[in-house]
């Protein structure tokens, strides 16, 4: 990937697009909205809170991410989006219980504003969801059109000089890339006659790449990780990523796997169960919606421990994982882990983990650092996979002769040294030896 020589300035307003008005997509409009106000603080987002050392220790320059790189300002998003059913933002976030009421009449009026736009839904991949605010079409080309169509006449009417899209939406059923995914060319063919290994994910993010507008996808859903999608998002120069926002039980795992592993220490078996009762719950009640899920959140621990280089102490792992819909729980998702560890010597241990968090919290930041993340690297002149965000995702795309990388330690130095890349300044090592010379 070729350096940036110049990085074209965040002018004009930004266009969010967000498949999928839910639980999610509504707690990160409302929480930027309050966050213009001075009414909240976008705790969790890098862009917002974080900064960046540069240089060495003994410079003390360490400015904040968002004075370093010439990001969009939240004042500059616009936000607008699909559903399946026809709840503006306002009536969605009020019926997912995630924010307190104090929280969404302080900005109802901007959440009332926005209408989801009529959805693509082709009820097979998502069986457990029934809506009616959906569109008509011929063919799966034809609502990729119409897509196209939403997304030029959104920017228009808006006003926006450019646009972001993050897939908010729900859990598919497990596919598997096929024939009509492996090019371009391919899947064109696929769509015209509506094949139907061709998901709802699948048609937004081609439309999406099509107008030349990056994608996040935010869900374990095979929406842009395929061979033709990849290939369109080089030809467009789009830049994209995913998948799966690491939020959970998954973010626990990326941080307590790596130290365990740090310090050499064994593990004989991981498992995870997890309670939650929101609209995503309900989905992942299919058994179907549930594999694409479970495949998503078993890669973690396999590629940080790396069982064939240290069979010793991984290669017998046992890791098992479960989620159980439980509707007195709604966002409010509590995850238990248990760890059977082993030590010096084989003497065994245990770690149990019991994690109380709220599913649309911990992901509407990841939601807003992708959008500026993207966007910034769309300005940048990147294009195809940005493994650098892999730092907010559950299964990170990645060139195919490579592994991906899950540690959270290493995700968030890839993160940043990228950043410190874009701007001109030297990655860090973190060697240190000239301190000591």
Same mark, same amino acid.
């Given at each position: 990937m070729k350096r940036p020589s110049t990085i074209a300035p965040a002018k004009g307003k930004l266009a969010v697009l967000l498949p999928g008005l839910g639980a999610v997509a509504t707690t990160f409009i409302a929480g930027v909205a309050l966050a213009r106000r001075n009414l909240g603080t976008p705790v969790g987002s890098l862009t917002q809170m974080g900064t960046i050392r540069l240089g060495k220790r003994t410079e003390k320059r360490t400015p904040k991410i968002?004075?370093?790189? +010439?990001l969009a300002g939240l004042g500059d998003l616009c936000? $607008? $989006? /699909?559903?399946?059913? &026809?709840?503006?933002?306002?009536? %969605?976030?009020?019926?997912?219980?995630? #924010? @307190?009421?104090e929280h969404l009449e302080a900005v109802k009026t901007e959440l009332s504003a926005i209408q989801p736009m009529k959805a693509v839904f082709y009820p097979e991949f998502v069986k457990r969801l029934h809506g009616t605010h959906t569109k008509r079409a011929p063919s799966k080309a034809d609502m990729v059109n119409q897509l196209r169509a939403d997304i030029r006449a959104f920017i228009q009417k808006n006003g926006c000089n450019r646009a972001v899209a993050v897939w908010c939406g729900s859990t598919e059923i497990y596919t598997e890339a096929n024939e009509v995914h492996a090019t371009a060319s391919s899947f064109e063919k696929g769509l015209l006659a509506s094949d139907p290994s061709i998901t709802n %994910?699948?048609?937004?993010? /081609?439309? #999406?790449?099509? &107008? @030349?507008v990056p994608f996040a996808n935010g869900s374990p859903n095979l929406a842009v990780d395929f061979p033709a999608a990849c290939e369109l998002a080089r030809e467009f120069r789009v830049p994209v990523a995913g998948k799966d926002f690491k939020t959970g039980q998954t973010l626990m795992k990326t941080i307590v796997a790596p130290g365990l592993k740090s310090r050499m220490l064994g593990i004989r078996g991981w498992y995870s169960t997890n309670i939650l009762g929101n609209r995503d719950g309900e989905v992942l009640d299919d058994p179907e919606s549930f594999r694409t899920k479970e495949v998503s959140k078993l890669s973690v621990l396999d590629t940080i421990l790396e069982r064939e280089l240290y069979p010793k102490l991984y290669g017998d792992l046992v890791h098992k994982v479960r989620i159980d819909y439980y509707p007195p729980r709604g966002d409010d998702k509590e995850g238990w882990d248990n760890? =059977? #560890?082993? $030590? /010096?010597? =084989?003497? +065994?241990?245990?770690?149990?983990?019991?994690f109380l968090c709220r599913d649309s919290i911990l992901a509407a930041p990841i939601v807003l650092d992708l959008v500026l993340f993207l966007d910034l690297a769309q300005r940048a002149g990147l294009h195809g996979i940005q493994e650098w965000l892999s730092f907010y995702f559950k299964s990170p795309m990645h060139a195919p002769q490579i592994n991906a990388e899950h540690d959270l330690f290493i995700q968030q130095k890839k993160l940043k040294n990228t950043l410190r890349w874009m701007m001109n300044e030297e990655p860090l090592t973190h060697l240190g030896n000239e301190y000591y010379q």
């Open positions: 968002a004075d370093f790189v +010439p936000f $607008g $989006g /699909w559903d399946i059913f &026809e709840d503006d933002a306002y009536a %969605s976030a009020v019926h997912a219980h995630v #924010l @307190r009421a %994910s699948q048609m937004y993010a /081609w439309a #999406l790449l099509k &107008e @030349r760890i =059977d #560890l082993f $030590g /010096w010597l =084989d003497y +065994p241990m245990q770690m149990k983990i019991n």
